[in-house]
């Protein structure tokens, strides 16, 4: 199992449209994808889940992957969510 | 409504009534092609004349977005519901949104969940149309839509669900 920690960066926050961009990245990978948030776990192949996350802005978050491409995984996450939100 | 709950025993199925005073239309028609396109799952476009927001089914409320310009209502037999008026409004931060209800609050379909402010959302926002989007679950067999003129008791979801 792999963790690293995300911050959120973008203005407004994982809403339909980054949670969306969340879930495409997610599902790319064979790996558990996770997020926990305030001890929450959110799987990140679920678009109801990410939505229900409702991550804002400077809030940190946890990636958790476990599976054949768990470090591959972990690390496309944190790009995208520091980085693939941005506009 | 009685004839529908006799119906029930032998097809299963669900009902959600109009989230608005107003209209409800196709959901192709929502200037966004994230809903447009049907990415989060089929439902409806609607506008609401009065701005306020009921529960279109009982349920319970999943989350609401911290900008409460949207909600999440998971319906008591599984469905969850994306309820988000208008689009870009998230950028509005909560300004001209009010919500009455918060997560894991139980509502009855018709209770009032948010109201907003229809003219502050033209200023500011791409546009008030707003969206319900029935998120992609295995429990749904087939839905139907009833488009047009609305109150809050029109019927305008009809969902069969798998047995």
Redesign the interface.
Known sequence: MMEKKAIVKN???I???PA?TVVKEASKFKSEVLIVKDGNEYNAKS??AI????A?KNEELIIKTSGVDEEAAAVAMVKIIEEGLLK | MFKFLKKNKEEKGMILKSPVVGRCFDISEIPDEVFSSKMLGNGIGFESTEGILYAPVDGEILQVFPTKHALILKSAEGIEILLHIGIDTVEMKGEGFESFVEKGKKVKAGDKLLTFDNDLIKAKAKTNLSVLVLTENEIMESVEFNFGTVDKNNEVIIIKLKK
């Not at chain 1, 939505?51 to 409702?54: D, E, P, V």
């Open positions: 203005e407004t926050g809403h339909a449209r969306l678009i109801v939505m229900c996350m409702a804002v």
